[in-house]
């Protein structure tokens, strides 16, 4: 058995491998500042001072909670609280929501507020759907760096089953970071972040239902065998952070970028041509 200290920094040190060019970048970057006249065509940075602060978080969290994995494991696993029929209808619910869920959810909304031209419901869909596919792409190079094994393969009482590269080939081992809980998180994040540029007071009540929702599905995760505790810290650090950087691109440093413009302001025309058919145009609106 694995001492306690060597467990969290197998944990704080997957983190690390894919995490360090970020802070590096980010320890040597200049805070965001609010864009005045005299910065309208200065280039603001994506990364910020603070950043370290937000991944070390989290990556310190993981490390703490991982020598109680195995008991957490145990104890969510007993049978008394799998045959509770409520909480399993629950964890499959929420296994649902922190998968396909936030998917459908942000392209259904970004779809309604094109279709309905609700400015702000489409860049909340279509961002929410960056953050998502964004987080998923570093929780995908967390896992297969990091080799973890699952607790529903390598058993409750081994979680220091890490393996440096094991998530590459065909028996990968994928548990570290939980991927539905970088997406619930991403998305929470991002929702949080959108409607507060709409309306700051709004902050209050959905902040706390968007990441008590989040924390669900992790829990969802571990009810389900699928994940270690530290697996959902980590995945919920992976989702917050990514969700952050992509609302900066979006709304501080690139307002302006291709896809804002092409999937938010564009609007498709069609107006007949000289040889008497038809031609397909687009009209932009620069992204407010």
């Known amino acids: 058995m694995r001492s ?7 944990l704080v ?15 040597s970057a200049p805070p965001i500042a609010t864009a005045t006249a005299d910065s309208v065509h200065h280039r603001l940075s994506l990364f910020t001072r603070s950043d370290p602060l937000i991944i070390g978080a989290f990556m310190a969290g993981a490390a703490a909670i991982g020598p109680f994995d195995s008991n957490i ?17 629950a964890a499959s619910a929420f296994n649902f929501i922190g998968s396909k869920g936030v998917v459908i959810a942000g392209l259904a909304t970004y779809g309604i507020g094109r279709l309905g ?15 998502i596919l964004v987080s998923a792409g570093v929780t995908s190079i967390l896992k297969e760096l990091a080799g973890r094994q699952r607790p529903g ?22 548990s570290f970071p939980s991927g539905h809980a970088t997406a619930a998180f991403a998305t929470a994040t991002l929702v949080t972040l959108e409607t507060h540029h709409w309306k700051p007071s709004s902050t209050w ?5 968007m990441f008590g929702g989040a924390t669900l599905v992790g829990v969802a995760r571990l009810y389900s065998n699928a ?3 530290s697996d959902v810290v980590m995945g919920a650090g992976v989702g917050t952070f990514t969700a952050l950087e992509v609302y900066r691109y979006n709304h501080v440093t690139s307002r302006h970028n291709r896809v804002n413009r092409w999937l938010l302001t564009a609007v498709p025309s069609v107006s007949p041509d000289v040889n008497g058919g038809a031609m397909l145009g687009w009209s932009f609106v620069a992204p407010r």
Do not use: M
Not at 117 to 131: Q, Y
Not at 168 to 174: E, N, Q, R, V
Not at 205 to 209: E, G, L, N, R, S
């Open 205 to 209: 009540y959905v902040a706390p239902v």
């Open 117 to 131: 031209h609700v400015e702000h419901v489409a860049d909340l869909g279509l961002h929410t759907t960056e953050a």
């Open 4 to 10: 306690l200290a060597h467990r969290g920094r197998a």
């Open 227 to 229: 994940h270690w505790a």
């Open 153 to 174: 393969v390598a058993g409750i009482n081994d979680p220091d089953d890490f393996k440096f590269g094991g998530g590459f080939g065909k028996h990968a081992s994928s």
């Open 73 to 89: 494991a145990r104890a969510i696993r007993a049978p008394s609280v799998q045959s509770d029929r409520t909480a399993s209808r």
């Open 13 to 27: 040190l997957g983190a690390v491998i894919a995490l360090a060019p970020c802070v590096a970048h980010a320890q």
